[in-house]
């Protein structure tokens, strides 16, 4: 097949680039695409964002319900993600099923929320083992030009930042009031093209990568979440590098999710 | 049309005429049109629409998946209508439910009665409509954003295909209803017109009208078409006589 031919001359052609430090769009191998967010870009949601890496857009959603706190942890809140990796955003997704890689996404943001405490699940409870608030955080890939880890989180942490709880509309309490959100997680992906490791893969440098590493990190220097993906592998050093690097790129991210300027 | 036994029901219609956000009765909302909002698709456009948000993407001529609904003599023509988890005031569980089937059929139809298929026999050409944002009118702002996509993915079609929903409020028929007219209002009639054949190629109807009721709410429906008409177009022209920007969303 044509396209296979061009997939392989252009993953040659990346690799060989990456050989002498360059990359197929002129970046760095430690430089992100141009990074911005929209909060607020859907009203009929509780939080929203718009979160755009290069050419690749990802908008996330927050819903707030009140509903029943499980019961093994009737004293925390319910959170869930979920990512929708719809065939609109790119010629490779299909209508279906969610496909293992859409799974991915939402897993790995749904770990870096999780972990980083983002959310105080504690306060979302309104009575211990009987009513709370269930935050759902869905994530509409609408561009994929690769790195969707990253967008989807920044998205997703924005959009958070940015949410009301609904009480009044529901009738839990007499007004609606900002979601207390406590740490902002930040996911950083690399991807490994032959000896040399670069952040923010576009789609075309997924495809040749030979292994991805995404690291997550909050505002006080912790590692929340990692992820290893794609065939390939990393050595100590390498992820040693890679965090100290996500740790630099988490910060100046965190704070164009608090919205600040790119 | 939820009016029944519904509790604080909005003075949908003021004594001067006006409607629930000022528009007099043959007055769009306001309508804004991007063609090319998308970087990976086909063909791609942006409708915001009042408070509707909506993206279309266009892919193909391609090969059709799945295989079994290939023609030999003709393109397929499949649509995908589905709303975002977020879009509504109650959150919409993800996936498939039969209203968004219903509503991806009647699409794919009417533009099957535009697009020149037989041209590409063996293909397929996969029209994806996401609803960002909600309130009534979703499947005509899709229509409108899908046949703008077609156009920007260069498919030959026989005209673009303006869409508007028109609705009975208050006892008098009204143009493009929003979500408050839609759900306590008496009728919604949506439809997406073939400009240059006058021919209306996606109908639908439910509440109650009498038949002159329905004959006026046609008439006001066509004249709407044309003013998106114009619109669709001014927005291809916007895209295509300058340089491409491909800015997304």
Known sequence: ?262 | MGSVGAKDVPVLLSPEGLRIDGRHLDELRPLAIRAGALHHADGSAFVEWGANKVMAAVYGPREVHPRHLQQNNKAVIQCKYNMAAFSVDERKRPGLDRRSQEISKVIAEAFESVVFVEEFPRTSIDIYIEVLQANAGTRCAGVVAASVALADAGIPMVDLLPAVAVGKVAGQIALDLKKEEDNFGEADLPMALVPQSGRLVLLQMEGHMTPEELGRSLDLGVKGCRDIYERMKAALRARYAAPAPGGAA
Not at chain 1, 142 to 151: A, E, K, P, Q, Y
Not at chain 1, 252 to 261: D, E, F, Q, T, V
């Open chain 1, 1 to 262: 097949m044509s396209e296979e031919v061009t997939a392989e001359i252009l993953t040659t052609h990346i690799l060989d680039l990456a050989a002498e430090g360059k990359r197929l769009d002129g970046r760095g191998p430690d430089e992100y695409r141009p990074v911005s967010v929209e909060p607020g870009f859907v009203v009929t949601a509780d939080g929203s964002a718009l979160a755009r890496i290069g050419e690749t857009a990802v908008l996330a959603g927050i819903k707030l319900e009140p509903g029943k706190p499980f019961p093994d942890t009737p004293n925390a809140g319910v959170l869930t993600t979920n990512a929708e990796l719809i065939p609109l955003s790119s010629p490779i997704f299909e209508p279906g099923p969610p496909q293992p890689g859409a799974i991915e996404v939402s897993r790995v943001v749904d770990r870096a929320i999780r972990a980083a405490e983002t959310v105080d699940l504690t306060r979302l409870v309104v009575t211990p083992g009987e009513k709370t608030w269930v935050c759902y955080v869905d994530m509409h890939v609408l561009d994929h030009g690769g790195n969707l880890i990253d967008t989807a989180c920044l998205a997703a942490v924005t959009a958070l930042a940015h949410a009301t709880v609904p009480a009044k509309r529901f009738e839990v309490g007499e007004s609606d009031y900002p979601l207390d959100v406590q740490h902002l997680p930040i996911e950083c992906t690399f991807v490994r093209l032959g000896d040399a490791i670069v952040v923010d893969p576009t789609f075309e440098e997924e495809q040749a990568g030979q292994g991805r590493l995404t690291v997550a990190t909050d505002e006080t220097g912790r590692v929340v979440a990692m992820q290893k993906g794609l065939v390939g592998a990393f050595s100590p050093d390498d992820v040693k590098d890679v965090v100290r690097r996500a740790l630099a790129h988490g910060d100046r991210l965190r704070a164009i999710a608090r919205g600040g300027p790119g």
